[in-house]
């Protein structure tokens, strides 16, 4: 049952207000024209997003670069500090926040409420390094000179992310970049911006002057400018591998440097010996969480034949029993995919795989109808006996769809998870120690996760490998990304 007045109610209340920020100014309007926002779970326009074009982008630019000569020369601590107050804040206004994530992109609010969190956790560790870069002091012989390196902020960090992430994917790119002094254009993109404008709304009341963050929300065309922009010094980019392609090309010009977090189609490998109601659990319920739109979801099961019936047994009885409903139920599962057009996306891959009879559709395969056919809703889908070459086995669905293969060994099971041009993360279910190394060793994936989900915690590099982009986030790496390193020479 879906709460259309609630929505309508909530949108009227969370999402007014001007909607590009840039330096000191709020705009109400933008020179890339109007997107029409609409709910996902109700499939009705709630809200009008002004979208920046190349004149707000360039004036956010400018704004960045005069915020850098005084953000960069805050003292260290007193930067710490400014983080950990907007920290703060994101948690005092999690419950707002979360309810912006339902009603702007349809996360389940269970999962909504938790995502404020996540990204303060990443403002805190990132707050946490501001006083602590140290560069190194190298050894030069034989003439013993004093030689050593100095850590800097790059300057404008341009940050490109999409519909998924929210504030806490936000956090996860502009933390590291802030802590070390640079400042910060961000372009959200126009399905969903409201989250990521409370960010910079909240920056300014921690006190992190104006023009550190920038948020102008846009379509393609802005980020283009952005990424064309020469007083762009990096560009943080989340998205699909056809944009990322777009981007590297765009960055050559200016020779600007790219972190890129793509997409993955990540293995989850069920050994015999795995305790199997746990593996079972959890191969029918990660990958179906926020719709199935979460780039290291475990999306291609790989089974060994010996556990086959049984792991695909719980797979079906779980995914088949995860409450799919209104995001803003506290007891949703699986809500909407983010529009009308992933919907139609992601139901056109599925009916690819029936046609092409690539496996047999063994739960699923529809768009919900009844009471949730206004909305963009796709029943889990469990799709057994997959050719590891079939499209919905190589390519990535984001949405509610798992892939269902068996293996006979070890060495088949590892060249299946690899067999993909991905390599975002793989998962391994085993109560065998030196095989669930092994197997992670031999896994090509930037992030594996043994017997559990990958959480992606503050401290922990994340970021893939092969076609799933350059780069981390997380981690004293995340943070590296968005410094320079200078070497100081002084003959003795
Ligand atoms: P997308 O690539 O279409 O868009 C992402 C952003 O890029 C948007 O803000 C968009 O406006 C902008 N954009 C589009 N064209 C551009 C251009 N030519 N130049 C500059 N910017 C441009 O996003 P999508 O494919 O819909 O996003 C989903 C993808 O993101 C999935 O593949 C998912 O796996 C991936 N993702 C990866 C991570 C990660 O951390 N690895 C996290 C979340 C999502």
Not at 35 to 42: C, D, L, Q, Y
Not at 78 to 86: N, Q, S, V
Not at 151 to 178: D, H, Q, Y
Not at 441 to 463: E, I, T
């Amino acid at each position: 049952m879906i709460d259309a007045d609630r929505h309508r109610q909530l949108a009227e209340e969370l999402l007014g207000g001007p909607h590009l920020v840039v330096g000191d100014a709020r705009l109400a309007r933008g020179s890339g024209g109007v997107h029409h926002h609409v709910n996902p779970s109700t499939g009705r326009p709630q809200a009008d997003v002004p979208l920046a074009g190349a004149d707000e982008i360039a004036d956010a630019v400018a704004a960045a670069r005069g915020a850098f000569a005084v953000w960069s020369r805050w003292r260290p601590d007193e930067r710490r500090d400014a983080l950990l107050r907007l920290a703060a804040l994101v948690l005092r206004d999690a419950a707002t926040i979360g309810a912006v994530l339902s009603v702007e992109a349809g996360v389940p609010a269970a999962v909504a409420a938790g995502l404020p969190k996540r990204g303060a956790d990443y403002l805190s560790y990132y707050a946490g390094y501001a006083d602590k870069l140290e560069g190194s002091v190298i050894p030069i012989f034989p003439e013993n000179a004093f030689d050593y390196t100095r850590l800097e902020p790059l300057g404008v960090i341009g940050v490109i992310s999409t519909w998924n992430g929210g504030i806490s994917a936000i956090c996860r790119k502009a933390g590291p970049a802030l802590a070390v002094g640079n400042t910060v254009v961000v372009k959200p993109m126009e399905l969903a911006p409201f989250s990521v404008l409370r960010f910079a709304e909240l920056a300014l009341e921690a006190g992190i002057p104006p023009g550190v963050v920038n948020v102008v929300p846009g379509d393609a065309a802005a980020g283009q400018a952005l990424v064309a922009h020469p007083g762009v010094d990096k560009i943080s980019f989340t998205g699909g591998i056809g944009t990322a392609r777009k981007i590297l090309a765009a960055a050559a010009e200016n020779i600007t440097p790219v972190v890129l977090e793509l997409g993955g189609k990540s293995g989850n490998i069920v050994f015999p010996d795995a305790d199997l109601a746990v593996a079972g659990q959890f191969s029918g319920q990660v990958c179906m969480g926020n719709a199935g739109q979460g780039c290291v979801f475990p999306t291609r099961l790989i089974v060994h034949e010996d556990v086959h019936d049984e792991i695909l047994e719980r797979v079906v009885a779980v995914a088949g029993s995860l409450p799919l409903g209104d995001a803003l139920d506290p007891t949703t599962v699986v809500g909407p995919v983010i529009s009308a057009g992933h919907c139609q996306r992601v139901l056109g891959m599925i009916e690819r795989a029936r046609s092409e009879r690539s496996g047999e559709i063994v739960l699923g395969g529809r768009r919900a109808g009844g009471e949730l056919g206004e909305g963009f809703f796709v029943e889990p889908t469990v799709i057994d006996g997959v050719d590891s070459h079939a499209h919905i086995a190589q390519e990535e669905v984001f949405g509610p769809v798992l892939s269902v293969m068996t293996f006979a060994d070890e060495d088949e099971a590892v060249a299946l998870a690899n067999d993909t041009p991905y390599g975002l993360a793989g998962y391994v279910h085993t109560n065998d120690l030196r095989r669930a190394h092994r197997v992670a060793a031999a896994l090509d994936a930037g992030y594996v996760s043994l017997n559990s989900f990958a959480a992606l915690p503050a401290p922990a590099p994340f970021g893939g490998f092969g076609m799933s982009g350059i780069g981390k986030e997380g981690g004293r790496e995340g943070l590296l990304e968005f410094v320079r390193t200078k070497n100081v020479y002084l003959g003795m």
